[in-house]
């Protein structure tokens, strides 16, 4: 089996933020693999850069790629790495999701080649379906909004819950978020977990201030507090805290995560399959983390992807089910699963098990 097409689009789709009239736009990528036996594979990237991807992928990784066997996932994504952008073993960016969107593209094919699902060629370490908490805290939202979401969203069934840090006055105005986390926990009771997201926009000072204010909301743990450039403050910042600090490298790669491991900077470590080198490099982050015992998340959404990996690794924890993101997939996939009661159910088909609308394809794509 060759390959034989690689082509990369970017589509802006509209959204609608859940319970409420407020909408915008997001961008994203889509990654389209064919081969001489007739399996297609296919990969996404964010918004982030997603013109840069784009580019690379169509320019670079797809002259790199015609005539290789897919099924070579490591050996495509070393070659990629050494013979397309050496800056990416240290860096990532945008030539790191490239190749991350064509990685996921390759799983995909090997998985349709096989007949199995992507995360039983992972390691197949769960079943059916994985863990997976709710982003629903959005900043748009008053607090009588968020609030009222809360109180819909355990009706609804999400436990763990996660509220995203409105970081007021670029950080330096912590009193608006313990607030808003305070009104949630009341609001949800003490048996829904909740989970913070900082967005690594406080400084160490403000971070270290906010996790003391917040540690009698009975917080399961807190993403990014800092920016993770600086491994060094987050290892302090856990020192000072008995909340659980979550994040992955600026760099998203295992590189860069080995010094985040090493250096005692967190207690359950991130990966995102479309920033981190695809499924090929997360896999190495997976069995990082489980060397030393810590459990692993995904964040940033796009959780059909990443509960994938979730699902394919022993130490995998939990997925993020982002309600924005529900909203992109409505539009790109046929009847895509959605989380209830705290798992996501995983399609058995083969590859991501995933069909694509590809009318709305065509409709959303910028030409």
């Given at each position: 089996?060759?390959?034989?097409?690689?082509?990369?689009?970017?589509?802006?789709?509209?959204?609608?933020?859940?319970?409420?009239?407020?909408?915008?736009?997001?961008?994203?990528?889509?990654?389209?693999?064919?081969?001489?036996?007739?399996?297609?594979?296919?990969?996404?990237?964010?918004?982030?850069?997603?013109?840069?991807?784009?580019?690379?992928?169509?320019?670079?990784?797809?002259?790199?790629?015609?005539?290789?066997?897919?099924?070579?996932?490591?050996?495509?994504?070393?070659?990629?790495?050494?013979?397309?952008?050496?800056?990416?073993?240290?860096?990532?960016?945008?030539?790191?999701?490239?190749?991350?969107?064509?990685?996921?593209?390759?799983?995909?094919?090997?998985?349709?080649?096989?007949?199995e699902p992507i995360y039983r060629l992972l390691g197949g370490a769960s079943t059916g379906s994985v863990g997976a908490y709710?982003?629903?805290?959005?900043?748009?939202?008053?607090?009588?909004?968020?609030?009222?979401?809360?109180?819909?969203?355990?009706?609804?069934?999400?436990?763990?819950?996660?509220?995203?840090a409105v970081a007021a006055n670029r950080g330096q105005d912590i009193s608006v978020d313990v607030e808003r986390i305070k009104?949630?926990?009341?609001?949800?009771?003490?048996?829904?977990?909740?989970?913070?997201?900082?967005?690594?926009?406080?400084?160490?000072?403000?971070?270290?201030?906010?996790?003391?204010?917040?540690?009698?909301?009975?917080?399961?743990?807190?993403?990014?507090?800092?920016?993770?450039?600086?491994?060094?403050?987050?290892?302090?910042?856990r020192r000072c805290t008995e909340i659980p600090l979550a994040a992955r490298a600026s760099g998203e790669n295992q590189w860069?995560?080995?010094?985040?491991?090493?250096?005692?900077?967190?207690?359950?470590?991130?990966?995102?399959?479309?920033?981190?080198?695809?499924?090929?490099?997360?896999?190495?982050?997976?069995?990082?983390?489980?060397?030393?015992?810590?459990?692993?998340?995904?964040?940033?959404?796009?959780?059909?992807?990443?509960?994938?990996?979730?699902?394919?690794?022993?130490?995998?924890?939990?997925?993020?089910?982002?309600?924005?993101?529900?909203?992109?997939?409505?539009?790109?996939?046929?009847?895509?699963?959605?989380?209830?009661?705290?798992?996501?159910?995983?399609?058995?088909?083969?590859?991501?098990?995933?069909?694509?609308?590809?009318?709305?394809?065509?409709?959303?794509?910028?030409?």
């Open positions: 089996m060759k390959v034989t097409s690689v082509q990369a689009r970017c589509l802006t789709i509209p959204i609608k933020f859940p319970f409420t009239e407020k909408s915008r736009t997001e961008g994203m990528l889509l990654v389209r693999v064919e081969t001489d036996s007739g399996n297609i594979g296919f990969g996404i990237s964010r918004d982030t850069e997603r013109y840069a991807v784009r580019e690379s992928i169509n320019r670079d990784i797809a002259p790199f790629l015609l005539g290789k066997d897919p099924i070579c996932t490591e050996k495509i994504w070393e070659d990629a790495c050494w013979e397309i952008g050496m800056s990416y073993m240290s860096k990532g960016g945008a030539i790191g999701r490239a190749i991350g969107a064509v990685d996921q593209a390759l799983w995909d094919i090997k998985g349709k080649a096989l007949g709710t982003t629903f805290g959005f900043n748009v939202y008053s607090l009588e909004e968020l609030v009222a979401l809360a109180h819909q969203m355990v009706r609804d069934g999400h436990d763990p819950l996660k509220y995203q009104a949630v926990r009341e609001a949800i009771g003490d048996k829904t977990r909740l989970i913070v997201d900082c967005n690594g926009k406080f400084d160490f000072t403000h971070a270290r201030e906010f996790l003391r204010r917040i540690e009698p909301y009975h917080i399961t743990c807190v993403d990014h507090p800092v920016h993770v450039r600086d491994v060094r403050l987050m290892a302090e910042l860069d995560n080995r010094e985040m491991v090493i250096s005692g900077a967190v207690d359950i470590l991130h990966a995102n399959v479309l920033d981190a080198g695809g499924f090929t490099e997360c896999l190495k982050v997976a069995h990082l983390a489980e060397l030393f015992h810590l459990p692993l998340a995904t964040g940033g959404g796009w959780y059909l992807q990443n509960g994938q990996l979730i699902a394919g690794v022993r130490n995998g924890w939990l997925t993020e089910f982002h309600l924005l993101r529900e909203r992109i997939y409505e539009v790109i996939y046929v009847d895509p699963p959605v989380a209830r009661n705290g798992r996501l159910p995983l399609p058995n088909g083969p590859g991501f098990g995933l069909t694509l609308n590809e009318d709305a394809i065509e409709e959303y794509t910028e030409h």
